[in-house]
C-alpha cells in the first residue's frame, strides 16, 4: 500500500521558518518524482516544488524558489520542504505528492493532475 504523510506543519510568526518532511512507504522511491502544493482557504491548490527520483532535479514555482528548498533523504524516503522567510501568504494547507515521472526541469512545473499519490496534508498557519 502506497502512502505518503506529511508532517512538520504549525503556526509560526511571519519572517520565521518551518521544515516540512513527507514520508513514503510503498514506492520505489528512486523512481517517482515528489512534489509538494498548498491549497489555501478558498483558493485553488498551488504547486510549489518537485524533486524528481533518478536525479534529483529540484524545480520551483517563481513566487517561492529564493525561499523555499525541497531535498530528499533516499535512505529514510522522506523529502523536505524548508520554508524561509514565511509570510502570512503562506498560510495553507500543505501536501506532498508522488509522481510515476521524472520531473523535466527545462520543463514547467508539473501539475497536481499528473501525480498518483497525495499526503493527508499538514497545515501551516502564518501570523502576522
Known amino acids: 500500500e502506497v502512502q505518503l504523510v506529511e508532517f512538520g506543519g504549525g503556526l509560526v510568526q511571519a519572517g520565521g521558518s518551518l521544515r516540512l518532511s513527507c514520508g513514503v512507504s510503498?514506492?520505489?522511491?528512486?523512481?517517482?518524482?515528489i512534489g509538494w502544493f498548498r491549497q489555501a482557504p478558498g483558493k485553488k491548490r498551488e504547486g510549489l516544488s518537485c524533486?524528481?527520483?533518478?536525479?534529483?532535479?529540484?524545480m520551483y514555482e517563481e513566487s517561492v524558489k529564493d525561499r523555499f528548498t525541497i531535498t530528499r533523504d533516499n535512505t529514510k524516503k522522506t523529502v523536505y520542504l524548508q520554508m524561509n522567510g514565511l509570510k502570512p501568504e503562506d498560510t495553507a494547507i500543505y501536501y506532498c505528492?508522488?509522481?510515476?515521472?521524472?520531473?523535466?526541469?527545462?520543463?514547467?512545473?508539473?501539475?497536481?493532475?499528473?501525480?498518483?499519490?497525495w499526503g493527508p496534508g499538514t497545515d501551516v498557519t502564518v501570523s502576522s
Open positions: 524533486i524528481s527520483g533518478a536525479d534529483g532535479d529540484t
Open positions: 505528492a508522488a509522481g510515476r515521472f521524472e520531473a523535466v526541469p527545462t520543463g514547467p512545473l508539473p501539475y497536481d493532475y499528473e501525480y498518483d499519490y
Open positions: 510503498g514506492l520505489s522511491f528512486e523512481d517517482v518524482t
